[in-house]
């Protein structure tokens, strides 16, 4: 049955249809890179209406179909007698109210990232002039208990002035103006976790002069470049 289809004999509109395949194909790329394992993560995407469309609780992510999406309101309650969402939807919740810029949420465990908090390595440095330029660095969210109203408290400092944060021992929280953009700072947090793994295995890192971050962020503002900035705005640098 096409995505036409489908979405005929269930009644959706073409922006459901539509959000609801993409989170699919969403869940299908993380799966394949390894951000997500098993059941993990949670993947979810605001309609025009103001509700959410969310992966259910207990599923592999990476095996989806459309019709198997939780469709919740902004205070979690399932709507359209659909699945059970995610434990973990608080998260996503939490992120809508606090950036209505916001469009998807990725909720994933990409490994080199959550190893690096295991070690207590500071993914928001600057060291790398891409992610400078671009999302400035990943702030660290304190433990919170999953399953837990702690959990969505841990992030909201951070959500408000920052797309990507690693929680501490657990996992990444990337948001985006669509679910590829969300996907995309994704796959920029595990790629610099990667680069920070494995210069800790050789070596000492050493971040660059606040003179030359400086002169990247002049770069930024000449390119015309305005989506949210950790370095300019100061989200989640810890204090000397």
Not at 41 to 58: K, Y
Not at 128 to 139: A, L, R, S, Y
Not at 154 to 177: E, F, P, W, Y
């Amino acid at each position: 049955m096409s995505l036409e289809e489908l979405a005929h004999s269930r009644g959706w509109s073409d922006e459901i249809a539509r959000l609801r395949h993409s989170i699919c194909e969403i869940g299908k790329l993380c799966y394949a890179k390894g951000f997500i394992v098993g059941a993990d993560g949670n993947i979810s995407a605001r309609t025009s209406d103001g509700t959410v469309l969310i992966t259910p609780a207990g599923a592999m992510k990476g095996f989806l179909q459309p019709e198997q999406l939780a469709h919740v309101d902004m205070q979690g309650r399932v709507i359209d007698n659909g699945p059970r969402c995610s434990t973990e939807t608080g998260i996503h919740l939490v992120s809508y109210r606090e950036r209505p810029d916001v469009q998807a949420v990725l909720h994933c465990h990409p490994p080199h990232a959550v190893a690096l908090t295991l070690a207590g390595i500071d993914m928001q440095i600057p060291v790398i002039p891409e992610i400078i330029v671009t999302i400035g660095g990943i702030p660290t969210a304190p433990f919170g208990t999953p399953g837990t109203d702690e959990l969505p408290e841990s992030i909201r400092a951070i959500v408000k002035c920052s797309d990507t944060v690693v929680m501490q021992n657990h996992g990444s929280v990337t948001l985006g103006s669509n679910l590829l953009d969300a996907f995309k700072k994704l796959d920029m947090l595990e790629h610099t976790a990667k680069i920070l793994w494995l210069a800790h295995c050789v070596g000492t890192v050493k971040p660059l002069a606040p003179e030359e971050v400086a002169k990247l962020l002049d770069t930024r503002r000449k390119l015309g470049i305005r989506s949210v900035n950790t370095l300019e705005n100061q989200c989640g640098v810890k204090k000397p």
